[in-house]
């Protein structure tokens, strides 16, 4: 029997039982308030004692559980005289190397000067530390917030203030070509997640004194630095109040991205089609700003947000300035009807094959009908069906890592295809409407926009499989007027076409000639319309 049972028991494979189930305690409030929370807005202030601001900084920090805390002892000399003194980081958040050869070593040097030992701390900002950026605080909130951000911060005994200083030494990224805008003609850099790199790559291109990086902070507990860029003597006042207003309006705990800060300060988050353009490029924004828009950056987002915009915004793309006006009006022309292509091409098939079949040649009507009778479903289900294999697959391809994603792409789309005509589920001119219209969304240059046209397009293909051309008429009406209904930050969507603004300019469809580009967008009403003389080259 204990035999039995012993080889039951090895085979089983079960596993001991807890003693008592784990539970999730309630959240008591009152009992579980933090530190920090408690002494929010009473004794945040620098103390001149200095075992006082330690017991401070290590509660606030939860001294001895965060492993990364360094709090590090040491002593000024000055006039043979010893000061204590210690300086707090985060270890992995500072250059090691720039604290010890700016901060450190200079502070543990004989000082020889006539000062007293409580003035040590401005001595020390004015005369012994070498980092260029430095200032004092006797506030804890700054203090903690500055700690959390990359600051090594020394406390002297006897000193009211605590010296900050900007030794931030975190891994970054560096600066690459960009990854979702290709580049054929022009700078190959693209942002990353250091803000103030990415400050200085569009101040690189523009080289105005009156270029302005004004830095809001967002989130009560994320903290999060966002820059909103703008030139002062040439975008519109009210556009930046605007901006700046919806931004300091923001109330949440964390924010991280400008995904969601898009969200915060959208108007209306329930349209599909975006109301502001994400690039990652410092080329476009510098144009942006040239024609007298903004852009909002995030500390952490390689991705900024260009605004306002209309819907030539999304047909445009930045090669389009380096280009020949030829050669950029042709691929506009093309990235045109690759989006009609994408928006109209399965519900302008069903409609014509279900209620306007006239239209068609005769050996082409009954080619789609023979190879139609041999399905069960209904055309609608096999269009439905197939779009929804196919952004399937493109899902699928974009979150397999490496190589293989490319590869499962086009394997998958190959067999699943041939595999679907093979078992009569879809009809061969059915896979080849629907491949068409993948490479119309493909060919659209910007994604947040591609990706409105392929959730709007199975509200044109559903019209036209219930009323045939009449109900692509009533669903293009509807989008439309939905469109129209729209702005961006006070700048109509279909601007400058409808309403009519002004002369044509470099956002207009058909792009004139550089040298022809004399005026800003009407629309933007910016401080400065002309952008360059009427007689540009001069050498003529």
Request: hydrophobic fraction near 45%; include cysteine; proline fraction near 4%.
């Amino acid at each position: 029997m204990k035999r039995n049972q012993f080889i039951k028991n090895i085979f089983s494979f079960k596993e001991e039982k807890a003693e008592k189930e784990f539970i999730l305690s309630e959240y008591n409030e009152t009992e579980n308030q933090n530190f920090y929370d408690k002494h929010a807005k009473k004794d945040c202030k620098v103390s001149k004692s200095l075992d006082y601001n330690r017991n401070f900084i290590k509660e606030l920090f939860n001294f001895g559980k965060n492993s990364d805390l360094i709090i590090r002892d040491f002593e000024y000399t000055l006039n043979d005289e010893k000061i204590p003194a210690f300086i707090v980081f985060f270890d992995g958040m500072v250059n090691n190397a720039m604290m010890g050869e700016r901060i450190l070593e200079p502070a543990m040097r004989n000082i020889y000067a006539d000062i007293k030992a409580d003035k040590l701390d401005d001595y020390s900002v004015k005369n012994i530390i070498s980092q260029n950026q430095c200032s004092l605080s006797k506030d804890f909130n700054k203090i903690a917030d500055m700690v959390n951000f990359g600051a090594g911060v020394v406390f002297i005994e006897g000193n009211s203030n605590a010296v900050i200083a900007d030794v931030k030494g975190w891994e970054r990224r560096t600066v690459t070509p960009p990854k979702t805008e290709s580049v054929i003609k022009g700078p190959h850099e693209s942002f990353n997640e250091t803000l103030k790199t990415n400050t200085s790559l569009v101040r690189k291109i523009l080289k105005n004194s009156n270029f302005v990086a004004e830095t809001i902070e967002v989130g009560e507990m994320s903290k999060s630095l966002v820059n909103i860029y703008y030139i002062k003597n040439l975008t519109n006042d009210s556009l930046v109040e605007e901006v700046r207003r919806r931004i300091s309006g923001i109330d949440v705990s964390y924010i991280m991205d400008t995904g969601e800060l898009e969200q915060m300060i959208c108007n209306d988050n329930c349209m599909l089609t975006p109301m502001m353009l994400s690039t990652e490029r410092p080329d476009r924004v510098a144009m942006a700003l040239n024609e007298g828009k903004m852009a909002v950056m995030m500390d952490g987002s390689p991705y900024a947000l260009i605004l306002p915009v209309n819907i030539n915004s999304f047909l445009n793309l930045t090669e389009d300035r380096y280009l020949k006006p030829a050669m950029t009006n042709f691929l506009r022309i093309i990235r045109t009807f690759s989006i009609f292509i994408s928006l109209l091409l399965p519900g302008f098939f069903v409609s014509v094959v279900g209620f306007h079949p006239e239209i068609l040649e005769s050996e082409l009507f009954f080619a789609i009908e023979s190879a139609k009778a041999g399905t069960p479903f209904p055309l609608i289900i096999e269009i439905i069906f197939m779009e929804f294999a196919f952004e399937l697959i493109k899902e699928a391809g974009l979150r397999i890592p490496g190589q293989i994603g490319s590869t499962i792409g086009i394997v998958g789309a190959l067999i699943l295809g041939q595999a679907a005509v093979d078992a009569n589920l879809a009809t061969p001119i059915l896979i080849i409407i629907v491949a068409l219209t993948g490479l119309g969304s493909f060919a659209t240059p910007n994604y947040d926009f591609a990706f409105s046209i392929r959730i709007t397009r199975f509200f044109y293909t559903l019209g036209g499989a219930l009323y045939g051309f009449f109900g692509l008429a009533i669903v293009a009406a509807l989008h439309i007027s939905f469109l129209c209904s729209k702005d961006s930050f006070g700048v109509p969507f279909f601007a400058p076409a409808v309403p009519r603004t002004g002369k044509n300019t470099f956002d207009s469809f058909f792009v004139r000639a550089f040298w022809k580009q004399e005026i800003r967008d009407d629309a933007l009403q910016a401080k400065i319309k002309v952008k360059q003389p009427g007689i540009s080259r001069k050498w003529l």
